[in-house]
Antibody, heavy 120, light 108 residues
Framework: QVQLQESGPGLVKPSETLSLTCTVS????????WSWIRQPPGKGLEWIGY???????IYEPSLKSRVTISVDTSKNQFSLGLTSVTAADTAVYYC??????????????WGQGTLVTVSS | SSELTQDPAVSVALGQTVRITCQGD??????ASWYQQKPGQAPVLVIY???NRPSGIPDRFSGTSSGNTASLTITGAQAEDEADYYC???????????FGGGTKLTVL
Protein backbone atom coordinates (compact mmCIF):
# COMPACT_ATOMS: atom_id res chain seq x y z
CA GLN A 1 0.00 0.00 0.00
CA VAL A 2 1.37 3.36 -1.06
CA GLN A 3 2.10 5.81 1.75
CA LEU A 4 3.08 9.46 1.53
CA GLN A 5 4.94 11.50 4.15
CA GLU A 6 5.56 15.23 4.09
CA SER A 7 8.67 16.72 5.65
CA GLY A 8 10.13 20.18 6.04
CA PRO A 9 10.28 23.22 8.31
CA GLY A 10 7.16 24.06 10.28
CA LEU A 11 8.05 27.75 10.53
CA VAL A 12 9.06 30.05 7.69
CA LYS A 13 9.76 33.77 7.85
CA PRO A 14 7.82 36.22 5.68
CA SER A 15 9.38 36.84 2.25
CA GLU A 16 11.38 33.61 2.46
CA THR A 17 10.86 30.34 0.58
CA LEU A 18 8.77 27.46 1.86
CA SER A 19 10.28 24.08 0.98
CA LEU A 20 8.62 20.72 1.56
CA THR A 21 9.37 17.18 0.42
CA CYS A 22 7.01 14.25 0.05
CA THR A 23 8.45 10.75 0.30
CA VAL A 24 6.52 7.97 -1.41
CA SER A 25 6.85 4.48 0.06
CA UNK A 26 5.25 1.16 -0.77
CA UNK A 27 5.23 1.86 -4.49
CA UNK A 28 7.06 3.61 -7.30
CA UNK A 29 6.67 7.30 -8.01
CA UNK A 30 6.79 6.47 -11.70
CA UNK A 31 3.62 6.27 -13.78
CA UNK A 32 1.43 8.50 -11.58
CA UNK A 33 0.87 12.23 -11.12
CA TRP A 34 1.75 13.75 -7.75
CA SER A 35 0.26 16.84 -6.22
CA TRP A 36 0.44 19.40 -3.45
CA ILE A 37 -2.70 20.69 -1.75
CA ARG A 38 -2.99 23.09 1.16
CA GLN A 39 -5.61 24.02 3.73
CA PRO A 40 -5.42 27.29 5.68
CA PRO A 41 -6.62 26.98 9.28
CA GLY A 42 -10.40 26.67 9.38
CA LYS A 43 -10.73 26.89 5.59
CA GLY A 44 -11.17 24.60 2.60
CA LEU A 45 -8.78 22.66 0.40
CA GLU A 46 -6.73 24.53 -2.21
CA TRP A 47 -4.95 22.70 -5.00
CA ILE A 48 -1.42 24.03 -5.63
CA GLY A 49 -0.17 21.98 -8.56
CA TYR A 50 0.90 18.56 -9.82
CA UNK A 51 3.87 16.90 -11.45
CA UNK A 52 4.21 13.80 -13.59
CA UNK A 53 7.15 11.52 -12.87
CA UNK A 54 8.72 12.73 -16.10
CA UNK A 55 8.92 16.22 -14.62
CA UNK A 56 6.09 17.95 -16.47
CA UNK A 57 4.09 20.28 -14.23
CA ILE A 58 0.80 22.14 -14.02
CA TYR A 59 0.21 24.86 -11.41
CA GLU A 60 -2.81 26.68 -10.02
CA PRO A 61 -2.73 29.98 -11.96
CA SER A 62 -3.00 32.22 -8.88
CA LEU A 63 0.15 30.63 -7.40
CA LYS A 64 2.05 29.90 -10.60
CA SER A 65 4.51 32.80 -10.29
CA ARG A 66 5.70 31.59 -6.87
CA VAL A 67 5.49 27.79 -7.09
CA THR A 68 7.93 25.12 -8.20
CA ILE A 69 7.23 21.40 -7.95
CA SER A 70 10.03 18.98 -8.74
CA VAL A 71 10.52 15.21 -8.67
CA ASP A 72 13.44 12.95 -7.80
CA THR A 73 12.61 9.47 -9.05
CA SER A 74 15.85 8.01 -7.63
CA LYS A 75 14.66 8.91 -4.13
CA ASN A 76 10.95 8.35 -4.79
CA GLN A 77 10.32 11.91 -3.69
CA PHE A 78 8.73 15.07 -4.99
CA SER A 79 9.07 18.57 -3.59
CA LEU A 80 7.31 21.90 -3.28
CA GLY A 81 8.89 25.33 -3.30
CA LEU A 82 6.84 28.46 -2.64
CA THR A 83 8.66 31.79 -2.76
CA SER A 84 7.95 35.16 -1.13
CA VAL A 85 5.63 33.71 1.49
CA THR A 86 3.26 35.78 3.60
CA ALA A 87 0.95 35.00 6.49
CA ALA A 88 -1.68 34.02 3.91
CA ASP A 89 0.47 30.99 3.05
CA THR A 90 0.10 29.60 6.56
CA ALA A 91 -1.65 26.26 6.09
CA VAL A 92 -1.52 22.51 6.45
CA TYR A 93 0.24 21.27 3.33
CA TYR A 94 -0.68 17.85 1.98
CA CYS A 95 0.99 15.77 -0.68
CA UNK A 96 -1.24 13.39 -2.59
CA UNK A 97 -1.31 10.99 -5.52
CA UNK A 98 -3.45 12.18 -8.42
CA UNK A 99 -5.10 9.58 -10.60
CA UNK A 100 -6.38 10.94 -13.88
CA UNK A 101 -8.74 9.49 -16.43
CA UNK A 102 -10.40 10.98 -19.47
CA UNK A 103 -13.43 11.76 -17.31
CA UNK A 104 -11.91 13.04 -14.07
CA UNK A 105 -8.95 13.47 -11.71
CA UNK A 106 -8.99 12.40 -8.08
CA UNK A 107 -6.64 12.08 -5.12
CA UNK A 108 -6.58 8.50 -3.87
CA UNK A 109 -3.62 8.60 -1.48
CA TRP A 110 -2.79 11.44 0.91
CA GLY A 111 -0.01 12.25 3.31
CA GLN A 112 -0.94 13.11 6.87
CA GLY A 113 -0.24 16.80 6.26
CA THR A 114 2.24 19.19 7.78
CA LEU A 115 1.46 22.59 9.27
CA VAL A 116 3.60 25.42 7.96
CA THR A 117 3.35 28.73 9.77
CA VAL A 118 4.64 31.93 8.22
CA SER A 119 5.78 34.25 10.97
CA SER A 120 8.79 36.29 11.99
CA SER B 1 -12.02 31.33 -5.94
CA SER B 2 -13.49 27.83 -6.38
CA GLU B 3 -15.21 26.90 -9.64
CA LEU B 4 -17.20 24.29 -7.76
CA THR B 5 -19.94 25.45 -5.37
CA GLN B 6 -21.11 23.57 -2.29
CA ASP B 7 -23.57 24.47 0.45
CA PRO B 8 -21.54 25.44 3.54
CA ALA B 9 -23.52 23.29 5.96
CA VAL B 10 -26.06 20.47 5.91
CA SER B 11 -27.64 18.48 8.73
CA VAL B 12 -29.30 15.07 8.87
CA ALA B 13 -31.04 13.05 11.54
CA LEU B 14 -29.32 9.84 12.56
CA GLY B 15 -30.30 7.01 10.20
CA GLN B 16 -31.82 9.29 7.59
CA THR B 17 -30.64 10.03 4.06
CA VAL B 18 -28.75 13.18 3.12
CA ARG B 19 -27.60 14.58 -0.21
CA ILE B 20 -24.64 16.94 -0.52
CA THR B 21 -24.37 18.79 -3.81
CA CYS B 22 -21.59 20.30 -5.89
CA GLN B 23 -22.25 22.64 -8.82
CA GLY B 24 -19.99 23.84 -11.58
CA ASP B 25 -19.79 24.21 -15.34
CA UNK B 26 -16.92 21.72 -15.58
CA UNK B 27 -19.20 19.02 -14.19
CA UNK B 28 -21.01 19.00 -17.54
CA UNK B 29 -17.77 17.53 -18.95
CA UNK B 30 -15.96 15.83 -16.07
CA UNK B 31 -17.10 13.67 -13.18
CA ALA B 32 -16.73 14.71 -9.55
CA SER B 33 -15.02 12.87 -6.76
CA TRP B 34 -15.75 13.26 -3.05
CA TYR B 35 -13.64 13.41 0.11
CA GLN B 36 -14.49 13.11 3.79
CA GLN B 37 -12.38 15.07 6.25
CA LYS B 38 -12.67 14.76 10.02
CA PRO B 39 -11.06 17.30 12.38
CA GLY B 40 -7.30 17.06 12.48
CA GLN B 41 -7.17 14.38 9.79
CA ALA B 42 -6.26 14.25 6.12
CA PRO B 43 -9.09 13.97 3.61
CA VAL B 44 -10.20 10.48 2.62
CA LEU B 45 -11.54 9.64 -0.84
CA VAL B 46 -15.08 8.24 -0.53
CA ILE B 47 -16.36 8.43 -4.13
CA TYR B 48 -14.37 8.75 -7.33
CA UNK B 49 -15.24 9.10 -10.98
CA UNK B 50 -18.92 9.86 -10.30
CA UNK B 51 -19.97 6.71 -8.41
CA ASN B 52 -17.08 4.42 -7.53
CA ARG B 53 -16.20 3.59 -3.93
CA PRO B 54 -12.63 2.82 -2.86
CA SER B 55 -12.08 -0.33 -0.89
CA GLY B 56 -13.23 0.05 2.70
CA ILE B 57 -15.80 2.79 2.09
CA PRO B 58 -19.28 1.72 3.25
CA ASP B 59 -21.91 1.23 0.57
CA ARG B 60 -24.16 3.82 2.22
CA PHE B 61 -22.04 6.36 0.29
CA SER B 62 -23.01 6.86 -3.36
CA GLY B 63 -22.57 9.46 -6.06
CA THR B 64 -24.69 10.76 -8.91
CA SER B 65 -24.38 13.44 -11.55
CA SER B 66 -26.81 15.41 -13.70
CA GLY B 67 -26.02 18.44 -15.83
CA ASN B 68 -23.77 20.77 -13.87
CA THR B 69 -24.49 19.15 -10.50
CA ALA B 70 -22.83 16.24 -8.75
CA SER B 71 -24.27 14.77 -5.58
CA LEU B 72 -22.98 12.65 -2.73
CA THR B 73 -25.72 10.68 -0.99
CA ILE B 74 -25.38 9.04 2.40
CA THR B 75 -28.18 6.55 2.91
CA GLY B 76 -28.73 5.89 6.61
CA ALA B 77 -26.29 8.45 8.02
CA GLN B 78 -24.26 7.35 11.03
CA ALA B 79 -22.75 9.44 13.78
CA GLU B 80 -19.29 8.75 12.39
CA ASP B 81 -20.27 10.37 9.10
CA GLU B 82 -20.22 13.79 10.73
CA ALA B 83 -17.40 15.55 8.89
CA ASP B 84 -16.53 18.05 6.19
CA TYR B 85 -17.11 16.86 2.65
CA TYR B 86 -15.32 18.24 -0.42
CA CYS B 87 -15.95 17.64 -4.09
CA UNK B 88 -13.27 17.94 -6.75
CA UNK B 89 -12.95 17.62 -10.48
CA UNK B 90 -11.05 19.09 -13.36
CA UNK B 91 -11.75 22.64 -14.48
CA UNK B 92 -13.41 23.30 -17.83
CA UNK B 93 -10.06 23.36 -19.65
CA UNK B 94 -9.28 19.88 -18.34
CA UNK B 95 -5.78 20.85 -17.23
CA UNK B 96 -6.38 22.15 -13.76
CA UNK B 97 -7.83 20.62 -10.60
CA UNK B 98 -10.53 22.35 -8.60
CA PHE B 99 -12.10 21.74 -5.21
CA GLY B 100 -15.47 22.82 -3.91
CA GLY B 101 -15.55 25.00 -0.83
CA GLY B 102 -16.68 22.13 1.37
CA THR B 103 -19.86 21.17 3.22
CA LYS B 104 -19.97 20.62 6.97
CA LEU B 105 -22.28 17.69 7.69
CA THR B 106 -23.88 17.51 11.12
CA VAL B 107 -25.60 14.28 12.19
CA LEU B 108 -28.33 15.07 14.71
Amino acid sequence: QVQLQESGPGLVKPSETLSLTCTVSGGSISTYYWSWIRQPPGKGLEWIGYIYYTGSTIYEPSLKSRVTISVDTSKNQFSLGLTSVTAADTAVYYCARLTTTVTTGYFDCWGQGTLVTVSS
Amino acid sequence: SSELTQDPAVSVALGQTVRITCQGDSLRIYYASWYQQKPGQAPVLVIYNKNNRPSGIPDRFSGTSSGNTASLTITGAQAEDEADYYCNSRDSSGSLVVFGGGTKLTVL
